[in-house]
């Protein structure tokens, strides 16, 4: 098999390296991934300057843009060859619930629908994520590995893509794999409000809120039982079960025809 790798923490992250190392056993891995930190970026695509690749000692491509830019790219002209799979990941940190809207982790695995690749988005759950080296993200490249070995044994429709969240600890801690639904979580915690050194107003986003749906099913519920959290996750955004809701207002607001 061959791999497009990437993520949204930057070409040096930990978890990157981790699946990296677990991909080359499985098959050739090319890693494309941006230069730095982009995580919460989303699907964005860089627009107004263009994207340079650089080669790195380490057989790595960086890219000064965002996940999405690097899948976008690799997949239309930098790649001379087409994955048989794209993995983005492992983040450092959850992405659990409301989270796949604006992870650029996710994203980048979203990215790849655009050649029809099936595509997976792999985080490591624990909230000191961020300070972790590659050690701690082995386990959960691990079990992204069995994945990939049964691959072929999954059949999913078009723009189909598999979020997993692996909880952090040792391969013994895990108790299996779960099929799960995305939970919800509240509302982000508050925006900080302060003064800058020189006197200005300035503003910080707070963190994700907690979660708010964690019911037995969820994502959240897997990873909190100690399992791995597997959602299938569907680019198509339209809300199916509403159409005739909101074809039934239309006409109501619509001027009749003369
Ligand atoms: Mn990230």
Same mark, same amino acid.
């Given at each position: ?56 000692? %380490? ?6 843009? $965002? ?60 909230? %000191? ?30 723009? $189909?893509?598999?979020?997993? %969240? ?93």
């Amino acid at each position: 098999m061959r791999f497009l790798l990437s993520n949204d923490d930057g070409v040096q992250a930990p978890g990157l390296a981790a699946m990296a190392e677990v991909l080359a056993r499985l098959g050739e891995v090319t890693v494309v991934a941006p230069d730095g930190e982009r995580s919460a970026f989303s699907s964005a695509l860089t627009l107004d300057r263009p994207l340079r690749p650089q080669h790195l000692d %380490n057989g790595f491509i960086a890219i000064n843009g $965002t996940p999405a830019d690097c899948v976008h790219i690799a997949l239309n002209g930098l790649l001379d060859f087409v994955p048989d799979i794209i993995v983005s990941g492992i983040n450092s940190g959850a992405n659990l619930g409301d989270d796949v809207i604006y992870s650029g982790t996710v994203a980048a695995a979203l990215e790849g629908r655009f050649l029809g690749r099936p595509a997976i988005a792999v985080s490591l759950v624990a909230s %000191n994520a961020k300070t972790l080296g590659i050690e701690a993200y082995r386990p959960a490249a691990e079990r992204v590995g069995e994945l990939l070995q049964r691959w072929a044994g999954l059949e999913l429709p078009p723009r $189909t893509l598999l979020n997993i %969240n692996v909880p952090a600890g040792t391969l013994d801690s895990h108790r299996g794999f779960r099929v799960t639904r995305l939970g919800h979580r509240a509302p982000s915690q508050d925006v900080l409000r302060f003064q800058d050194p020189r006197g200005q107003e300035v503003f910080w986003i707070g963190a994700a809120g907690d979660p708010l749906d964690n019911a037995e099913g969820t994502d959240f519920h897997a990873v909190q039982e100690g399992y791995v959290s597997v959602t299938p996750l569907d680019s198509d955004m339209t809300r199916y079960a509403v159409l005739d809701v909101v074809g039934a207002w239309l006409p109501a607001v619509t001027p009749a025809a003369s």
